[in-house]
């Protein structure tokens, strides 16, 4: 048995309103909640696939400020198998968004396949079940975690 694995990167962009940004879609006839960004690509590296992920999904040039997390146990990918590793970065867009912003999750103009909106959630606020996948779940924790710590 051939053993595969599944690397994605992931952008975790704040506003100056300490909100971030969470992508909201509808593809493989589900909807799911996540962080912007997605697959690496064979030949890339994990910040040039970030960037590509978010000129693809947001429209927009970043630049990666710091790595936030790496999964750190074990979970099979639910699109396509293997093991499942998922690495998260904290970025700022060095050009505007161009995105459709809603305030409700899926949201859609028109609910087809590859259908996306974007909502910014409150850092303070943010809680696991906003999104859709263990990975990010976790990483939702995470960050509420760090704004709690920073408060106090």
């Known amino acids: 048995m051939q053993k595969k694995f ?4 992931y952008g975790i962009l704040i506003n ?4 971030v940004l ?7 006839g589900i909807e799911f909640s996540k962080f912007p960004g997605g697959g690496l690509e064979f030949g890339e590296g994990t910040i040039d696939g970030l960037k590509r992920e978010f000129m693809e ?3 927009c040039e970043i630049e990666v400020i710091d790595h936030f997390y ?3 146990f074990f979970l099979e990918s639910m699109f396509g198998g293997g093991q ?6 904290i970025v700022k867009n060095l050009s505007p968004l161009d995105i459709r912003i809603v305030e409700k999750p899926f949201d859609f103009e028109e609910r087809v396949e590859l259908a996306q909106c ?12 906003d999104l859709t996948f263990p990975i990010d ?3 939702a924790t995470m960050l509420r975690t760090r704004i709690q710590s920073f408060s106090n």
């Open 6 to 9: 599944n690397i994605r990167v």
């Open 16 to 19: 100056e309103f300490s909100e």
């Open 22 to 28: 969470v992508s909201d879609e509808f593809e493989y």
């Open 57 to 59: 999904e947001c429209g």
């Open 70 to 72: 790496t999964t750190d």
């Open 84 to 89: 499942l590793i998922s690495i998260y970065y």
């Open 118 to 129: 974007f909502r910014w959630l409150p850092l303070t606020k943010i809680k696991p079940e």
């Open 137 to 139: 779940k976790h990483v």
